[in-house]
């Protein structure tokens, strides 16, 4: 199987393009920058301005709310499929998290504008997104909860 | 679920017993004469129970309801029994038969409470038909009991029998909520909220909405007629059965005999008939069974009024009525909003049946002083064809009720804003002339293209009220759109403003000054030729082409700037020629064209888009040396702006080139791109060819074919051929859904990852197959049913989606509604693959090449790259 096509089946598979058609994915998959990380390696930091999203080919990536790079608390553990980064090309904040490669991984990045393009090109991709961040806050909400 | 099933049949074995013994100990030991009075009361009974019954069934968990329930009745019947034992109380029996009466139709309605209740939905719809299957069984029982025991035990002793099993579902149930809890889906209702004023609030509401509603109205009038059909039918069916049998032991036995026989008939009927004849037929079909089986049973009783009669009518109203007027009327209460479902259902029980009730006694009452058989029956004949009649009203206001029902719930996007714009009057013209006088120029040009488009006339005053103290650039916009305008005194505004414009307004003004053939601005020509400023020279030049085209030296001026090494001269060049709308061979004569082709590789993005959209503009098959450069420009840009302009140069190419560069455009993602191609398809037996790409060949993909039929669809193709490409298209997805099937069964490969992308694709070409078909029905059928149908099945609501597939199963191409609606349910299912009825592809490799073999360059590509991998495995 070549690349194009695995990538392809990659995006189907996460909750962002999993609207979009397999045949507009080739498009979508055209768009994405490969990116290796190592364990230990962290994607980016919480507070900091980023322009990318990413979705994790293989490899496990943690997700933590502390700044400091020796906590090794996750609020949630990432897997192949999984997209991260995406909140803040939306809403121009700082990063909400730390991402902390757990296992060497492979990941496919988009830039900032190439999504806003997309997005554009292929509306469908919203609805995504809107999945994506309401199964989020549902997590958020069930920590919120446990905490208590 | 054994529990349920168990449960149902104790009840349903006791009411069988509770029918045999009503009757038989009514009928001959107090009279059927009275059966009309009967009705009388009961309607009023029923009225006020039903009523209570609304108003307190939900105050307390349905199986304590239950359980209340069944003490009462044991109570009623166990001092019913004493009455007729010790006492010979005559007046017990009207009693009796009254009890029973409301006693099983309160029973009915709380079973289907107590279940949705303890199921959820999907159970619910899965469970339910098995359920009241073990109450029809419990019937059957229950008359094989009564056919045997009756003779031996004594009729009024069967009635302990009842109480015995009453009482061993009160033991049941009692058993198994000890177990699980109070029903699952139960919620207390507020306190202090007044239930009988909110039942009456109910029914009012129902009735308020039988005015608007065309459904709720005729299946309200069907029911009125049904039921005095029914009693009709009923009252009939007796006085032969009183007649013909002397005892009331052998009549409770004759009783039983029939409840064994009609239930079993509608047991068989219900699990393996029902479904499968509505699904075949439709429910306006199936709609029509019972007033058509009750008109024979009412001439059967007119021409013999004997047993064999008799038994007739009963199979009708115990066997077909359950079978299939029954679950039809449910299912046409489903196409009724929500929140008025329970109303309706409401106010049929509590007004419609008991009125009914009231009117069939009177009459029976009245007309069998005649000692007549016939004149009822000639009533009840009658009153079946008003029957007949409002259930036809019915098929034709339930599709559209589901129609008006999907249009409240979904957006169907429409090109009706001018329309909808000009009907809005004043109010819309006022708002318009206040986004023109908005100081941000964007809106005020928005505003103003929509007020020239909407309001022509009374846009001009307000257009040039808002040029004064505008920006250079917002002049130049709103110029551009008053010229197509015209107005009068134009020219003289126009030569105002050009003595206090700058360069770049000038060359405006002076371009929409030729437009409107100005005798000052063409005499003036000359002089601006030489002008130092390349803009108001190539304004003199686009004048000269127009008012002088012999005039040699314009196009010398024209191929100096097109020759320019200053990028602002090219542009002036190619803007003046672009500007032209049209350029003929005449023109390109004067064009050095090996320069010009030399612009499209120029490192100015702006400079070679300019070019590009000049190109546009030049003469069929001129250029066909640019085709590599056309394809390049084509297929390296993700800006679907470029591959538009691109696709839109692909006449200059010769015809070969020409239609193949076309075709892979009609492709493209985006929908200008293809549309820009489409119009570029000029063939003059277009629709020939088109039909034949989407019907034989199966040319592109879905969109490409989406792309032509929009084409066709404009074009005012014949309705036969756009029912022949929907059925075509309908057959497509058949086999998709073929192919589907054959992969998802075998599952040795189906873990394969190109193979599992093959499915996702396979299946989002069925949803966009099927979309196509539905495209092709708009020509057919009436579109916004059409429309609605499409968003419907797209849309992620079950109930929407499957209101949207009964309104498809009802439109008015029957044959197409089925093939399209059995595949829809497989596809709406989403669920694991179901076998196979028709074994289409004999391997998954035979399914592979039915994919590889299509002329669609996706699915093709996946196909193969499926195909590899499982031969390399």
């Keep these: ?148 | 679920m054994l529990y349920f099933i168990l449960f149902f049949l104790v009840i349903g074995s006791g009411m069988a017993i509770g029918r045999g013994t009503t009757d038989a100990l009514f009928f001959k030991r107090y009279g059927i004469e009275y059966l009309p009075v009967m009705y009388i009361i009961l309607g009023c009974l029923l009225f006020l129970t039903s009523t209570f019954y609304a108003a307190f069934s939900d105050r307390l968990p349905p199986e304590k309801f239950f359980r209340i329930l069944n003490s009462i009745l044991i109570s009623l019947l166990v001092m019913a029994w004493v009455s007729m034992s010790f006492f010979n109380f005559k007046h017990i029996y009207p009693v009796y038969f009254l009890i029973y009466e409301i006693a099983s139709e309160v029973l009915l309605i709380h079973a289907a409470l107590y279940l949705a209740k303890n199921l959820d939905v999907v159970q619910a719809k899965r469970l339910t038909p098995i359920v009241l299957a073990g109450s029809q069984i419990g019937t059957i029982i229950g008359g094989l009991f009564l056919a045997l025991s009756a003779p031996h035990l004594g009729v009024q002793n069967l009635l302990l029998v009842w109480c015995m099993l009453l009482f061993l579902g009160i033991i049941m149930i009692t058993w198994h909520h000890k177990r699980t809890g109070h029903s699952l889906y139960f919620r207390h209702p507020r306190k202090h909220s007044n239930k009988m004023k909110q039942s009456m609030i109910d029914i009012s509401v129902g009735m308020k909405y039988m005015k608007k509603s065309d459904l709720v109205r005729y299946s309200s009038f069907a029911l009125f007629c049904m039921v005095i059909v029914f009693y009709i039918l009923s009252y009939t069916a007796n006085r032969i059965y009183n007649d013909t049998f002397k005892t009331e032991e052998s009549l409770t036995a004759f009783f039983g005999l029939v409840a064994v026989i009609t239930n079993s008939l509608a047991l068989v009927f219900q699990l393996f008939i029902t479904n499968r004849v509505i699904q075949r037929f439709g429910i306006k079909t199936v709609n029509l069974f019972f007033p058509f089986s009750t008109m024979i049973s009412y001439l059967f009783l007119i021409f013999s009024f004997a047993l064999p009669s008799a038994i007739v009518t009963s199979i009708n109203k115990d066997s077909i009525m359950p079978a299939f007027r029954n679950p039809v009327r449910s299912l046409f209460y489903n196409a009724l909003p929500n929140y008025i479902q329970g109303r309706a259902r409401a106010m049929s029980v509590v007004v419609v049946i008991p009125l009914a009730l009231l009117v069939c006694g009177g009459v029976l009452w009245t007309v069998q002083q005649m000692n007549n058989p016939l004149y009822f029956l000639s009533i009840g004949l009658i009153l079946t064809c008003f029957y007949a009649y409002f259930n036809l009203r019915m098929n034709k206001a339930y599709v559209l009720e589901i129609v008006s029902n999907l249009r409240n719930k979904l957006y169907i996007p429409g090109k009706h804003e001018q329309t909808a714009i000009k009907s809005g009057g004043i109010g819309i013209f006022e708002e318009l002339r206040e986004g023109v006088e908005h100081n941000d120029d964007q809106i005020c040009i928005a505003y103003a293209k929509t007020l020239a488009n909407t309001f022509p006339e009374k846009a001009v005053p307000i257009l040039i009220e808002r040029l004064q103290g505008a920006i250079s650039s917002t002049r130049n916009e709103l110029f551009q759109i008053l010229v197509p305008l015209n107005p009068e005194k134009l020219h003289g505004y126009l030569w105002q403003e050009f003595g206090t414009a700058d360069i770049h307004l000038q060359t405006t003004i002076l371009k929409q000054l030729f437009k409107l053939g100005d005798d000052r601005a063409i005499s003036g020509i000359e002089q601006k030729l030489i002008d130092p400023n390349p803009r108001l020279r190539a304004a003199a030049i686009y004048g000269s082409i127009l008012h002088r085209p012999d005039d040699i030296r314009a196009y010398e001026l024209l191929n100096a700037l097109l020759k320019s090494d200053d990028p602002g001269e090219v542009l002036s060049g190619l803007e003046t020629l672009y500007e032209l709308g049209e350029i003929d061979s005449k023109i390109t004569s004067h064009i050095e064209k090996s320069h010009f082709i030399k612009l499209l590789s120029n490192s100015n993005s702006r400079i070679w888009n300019a070019s590009l959209r000049v190109i546009s503009l030049w003469p069929s098959s001129s250029l066909p040396e640019l085709v590599q450069y056309l394809k390049n420009a084509f297929n390296t840009t993700n800006e679907p702006d470029v591959r538009s302009q691109a696709i839109r140069c692909a006449h200059v190419l010769g015809s070969d080139d020409e239609h193949d560069f076309i075709v892979a455009a009609l492709d493209d993602s985006h929908p200008l791109v293809r549309e820009d191609a489409i119009n570029l398809l000029k063939d003059e037996n277009q629709k020939e060819t088109f039909t034949s790409w989407i019907i034989d060949t199966n040319l592109g993909s879905p969109r490409t074919q989406s792309t032509i039929l929009s084409k066709l669809q404009e074009a005012g193709t014949p309705v036969h051929i756009m029912e022949n490409i929907a059925l075509a298209k309908a057959l497509d997805a058949e086999m998709i859904e073929q192919v589907i099937i054959t992969l998802k069964n075998h599952h040795e490969i189906l873990d394969l990852a190109p193979v599992e992308l093959l499915v996702y694709a396979l299946q989002e070409r069925l949803e966009q197959v099927i979309d196509l078909t539905l495209q092709a029905l708009k020509s057919i059928e009436d579109t916004t049913t059409i429309n609605l149908i499409q968003a419907g099945i797209k849309c992620s609501d079950k109930r929407i989606a499957s209101q949207s597939m009964e309104a498809l199963r009802n439109i008015e191409n029957q044959k197409l509604a089925i093939i399209l609606a059995n595949i829809m349910e497989g596809y709406l299912a989403s669920g694991p693959a179901k076998a196979q009825s028709i074994q289409t592809f004999r391997s998954a490799e035979h399914a592979l090449d039915w994919c590889s073999n299509r002329h669609d360059p996706w699915l093709k590509a996946c196909a193969n790259d499926a195909s590899r991998v499982i031969t390399q495995e």
């Design chain 1, 1 to 148: 199987m070549s690349d194009i096509f695995e990538r392809i089946l990659l995006l189907k598979k996460s909750p962002i393009f999993s609207e979009v058609t397999t045949e507009d994915l080739r498009t979508v998959a055209m768009e994405l920058d490969d990116e290796q990380y190592f364990k230990g390696d962290r994607v980016f930091e919480i507070n900091n301005y980023g322009d990318h999203m990413y979705i994790l080919q293989n490899g496990k990536v943690g997700i933590s709310l502390e700044s400091d790079p020796k906590c090794d608390k996750y609020v949630t553990i990432l897997n192949q499929g999984d997209c991260f980064g995406e909140m803040n090309l939306l809403d121009d904040q700082p990063r909400s998290a730390t991402a902390v490669v757990l296992e060497d991984a492979n990941l496919l990045s988009l830039e900032k504008s190439r999504l806003h393009g997309l997005i554009m090109h292929y509306p469908e991709l919203s609805l995504g997104i809107l999945k994506s961040l309401s199964m989020r806050l549902r997590n958020a909400n069930l920590l919120a909860k446990e905490s208590k």
